[in-house]
């Protein structure tokens, strides 16, 4: 036992002094974004694993600090357009160096190279570089074998005095190549092999108003040409899929993608089909567009502020395509529904996977590969068994193999139960499958509300086909009650205008009916027949805050997945009484001025009668949200509307016959009284700030006796 026990004992202490391997953690977080933009985080989808540099290529001479392009061709090459040492670089799949194209013989057998080449594409017959500083393409074959050289194209589309620029380009299956240049607006340029112009595609929509027509009219030419907002956005980069759709980025449109505009007009992405229309899918909680939480904490000098800038793209399989953000050196990554699957990367720090200033992006197999200008290298990043399972999912999506697509995005949720994504798939595989209830609850999980107004859809038509026979005798019973309560509160009304003395609660309450639709004397009886009084007043805007409040919680998950009962009460009460009471106020200090007839108590009585619409309308359409699909959220806007309107309407004409005013002094006095209302709410923030200031001046005085003390 003594020397079983020495042996262990021994060991033990070997095992301790001998090295142990840690693998390094990823110098970054990957992420993705939920509906509400929080930050969602997520496993690592892929790890850097080489960083190839000029030593690892075996170069003979480095790699300059101006990279332009990287490329990997339909056999696995790579190709990198170095400007700096005007020449491009193809590496093979390992990426060690096969060939170095700096020179060539043209078209007139004259020894000629390149100057500041900036892009480089190859397909299976081809090889187009860019050569920007000489205007023109030129043409090689997959070995390096100069063909052609595709000049400036000529045509009377261009403006006189366009310099040529080409940055970027792809060729079509056709034949045909789309060129982006630098300093050209007008769109996409469109070539065949011979250099002939076919048109422009894809050029910016520019919208600009009547007043900007005018001061257009004005201005000198050389303020015509300065002014940016007059032409269409540049494109800085492109590429083309399999399918020959292509797409195009721009750093010139920076805009807050938390905004959620979805239009192409905003887009620093865009797909466009052969005419140029953008046919891309943005059907995520965000549309593609980088970046989403572009502020940052006050306390955080380390990260990068505003809208991403977006300077290339690449396709990845099943549909997936990425771009890069040159502020941040990200990659964002995102499915053919622009739903984002990933987001990875950052530029600050020393670590393998650190891009110091990312200059281009491209999908080599399951890798994607960075190129960094500033480090002049490339850094492989290797797909881990994470992102493994999203494009599996995927693929078994796109060949409709749902039961399948199910169990692939069930396993994604074990792995990572934020990813939203994975339960709008999970929903929609159910849904297609006609599990209509169950793919709801997915939906709901992911606040999806599209998809899920779909799936109700079905079972409210499977609903509507059994009970078909409800839903008529539903109208007409409530037509009926309708008719009946309409008809009592005549008679009651008819009733009172004979009664002598007091009116009851409910009298009062029932002449609401009166007024709305016979304002005139119903506000006339209002204030000299003493058909209202303050209790009623009250009653009727407690009811108009009840109502606010139930719509802001009762409607239909549709409209509403996020109710919030404690901040609403507080909202409905301010949406409410604080404009009514503002107005009362304003209103009777100007009419007051302007030998108004009403008192604070008529104005505030008729001011409450006139929210009756309110409640009358918006009440049955909070009841309709909960059965109404998203494609017929109209509906309730127009209840809403016309209860506004409705309002509006009676509040005039009760300012009018309270104060006993003509049309015009009450549209001059509401307009008043509006500026007042704006005018009180600026002095109750000042005396709110400065009373503030004064309540934490008297703090300090006494923290700082106490201390002494």
């Known amino acids: 036992m003594k020397k079983i026990t020495r042996l262990f004992i021994l060991t033990l202490a070997l095992l301790m002094v001998l090295p142990i391997a840690i693998s390094a953690s990823v110098p970054y977080a990957t992420y993705t974004y939920s509906g509400q933009g929080l930050i969602l985080s997520s496993p690592d989808a892929y790890v850097p694993d080489v960083v190839v540099d000029s030593a690892y290529m075996g170069l003979p001479k480095s790699l300059g600090n101006d990279l332009r392009d990287l490329f990997v061709a339909p056999d696995g090459r790579i190709y990198i357009a170095d400007a700096s040492n005007n020449r491009i670089v193809v590496l093979d799949k390992y990426y060690k160096l096969q060939n170095e194209i700096t020179t060539f013989v043209n078209n007139q057998g004259i020894p000629d190279g390149f100057n500041n080449p900036s892009g480089v594409f190859v397909d299976e017959h081809n090889m187009y570089v860019c050569d920007t500083d000489n205007n023109r393409i030129i043409l090689f074959d997959t070995n390096g074998k100069f063909i052609k050289v595709i000049a400036k194209p000529e045509s009377s589309l261009f403006e006189e005095g366009d310099i040529y620029k080409p940055v970027a380009c792809v060729a079509d299956d056709y034949g045909r190549i789309f060129v982006v240049s630098s300093t050209t607006y007008q769109g996409i340029i469109v070539l065949n092999t011979d250099g002939d112009f076919f048109g422009f595609i894809g050029a910016t929509k520019v919208t600009v108003n009547a007043l900007e027509l005018l001061w257009r009219k004005f201005q000198t030419e050389k303020q015509k040409q300065n002014s940016k907002e007059y032409v269409s956005t540049e494109f800085n980069n492109i590429t083309i899929d399999d399918q020959n759709f292509i797409y195009v980025t721009t750093s010139s449109i920076e805009v807050s993608v938390a905004a959620g505009d979805t239009s192409a007009d905003n887009a620093p992405v865009r797909k466009l089909n052969a005419s140029g229309i953008d046919v891309m899918a943005r059907n995520g909680f965000f549309p593609p567009s980088g970046e989403i939480m572009v502020e940052t904490r006050s306390d955080d000098t380390t990260a990068v502020t505003g809208a991403s800038k ?99 995005w069930t396993e994604i949720l074990k792995r990572n139960n934020n990813f939203d994504a994975a339960y709008i798939q999970i929903g929609k595989s159910l849904y297609r499958q006609g599990q209509y209830e169950e793919s709801m609850e997915y939906f709901k999980a992911a606040n999806e509300t599209v998809n899920y107004s779909d799936a109700y859809k079905e079972i ?18 409530a037509c009926i009650l309708l008719a009946k309560f309409f008809g009592y509160a005549g008679k009651v009304n008819k009733r009172t205008a004979l009664k002598v003395g007091r009116k009851s609660l409910k009298e009062e309450l029932l002449y609401t009916m009166h007024v709305i639709f016979h304002p005139f004397d119903g506000f006339w009886d209002l204030k000299h027949e003493k058909r209202g009084s303050v209790k009623s007043a009250f009653v009727i805007l407690l009811a108009t805050v009840m109502v606010f409040f139930y719509n802001s919680i009762g409607q239909g998950y549709i409209f509403n997945p996020r109710p919030s009962t404690t901040f609403n009460i507080v909202g409905a009460i301010t949406a409410v009484v604080v404009p009514l009471l503002l107005w009362v106020v304003a209103n009777w200090c100007l009419t007051t001025l302007f030998e108004g007839e009403g008192s604070m108590k008529d104005i505030f009585v008729a001011s409450c009668y006139c929210l009756t619409p309110l409640v009358l309308l918006i009440l049955p359409s909070t009841i309709a949200s909960n059965f109404l699909l998203a494609a017929e959220g109209g509906i309730i806007a127009l209840f809403s509307a016309l209860g506004y309107l409705w309002m509006g309407l009676l509040l005039f004409i009760g300012m009018m016959v309270t104060h006993n005013y003509t049309v015009g002094k009450n549209a001059l006095t509401c ?6 209302m704006a005018f009180i709410m600026f002095m109750g923030l000042l005396f709110s700030s400065l009373m503030g200031k004064m309540v934490s001046f008297v703090t300090n005085i006494i923290d700082e006796i106490s201390y002494r003390l």
């Not at 307009?671 to 007042?676: E, M, S, Y």
């Open 460 to 477: 409210r038509k499977e609903w509507a086909n059994k009970f078909f026979w409800i839903i008529p005798i539903i109208i007409v019973i």
């Open 310 to 408: 977006v300077i290339d793209v690449a396709i990845g399989p099943e549909g997936t395509w990425s771009i890069i953000d040159e502020n941040r050196s990200k990659v964002f990554t995102y499915d053919s529904n622009g739903a984002l699957l990933f987001a990875f990367g950052d530029k600050n720090g020393a670590q393998i996977g650190n891009i110091a200033t990312v200059e281009a992006i491209a999908y080599q197999g399951s890798n994607i590969l960075l190129l960094d200008r500033t480090n002049a290298n490339i850094v492989v990043f290797r797909r881990t068994e994470y992102a493994d399972l999203l494009i599996g999912a995927l693929e078994h999506d796109n060949q409709r193999m749902y039961d399948v697509t199910i169990d692939d």
């Open 671 to 676: 307009i008043a009284t509006i500026v007042g």
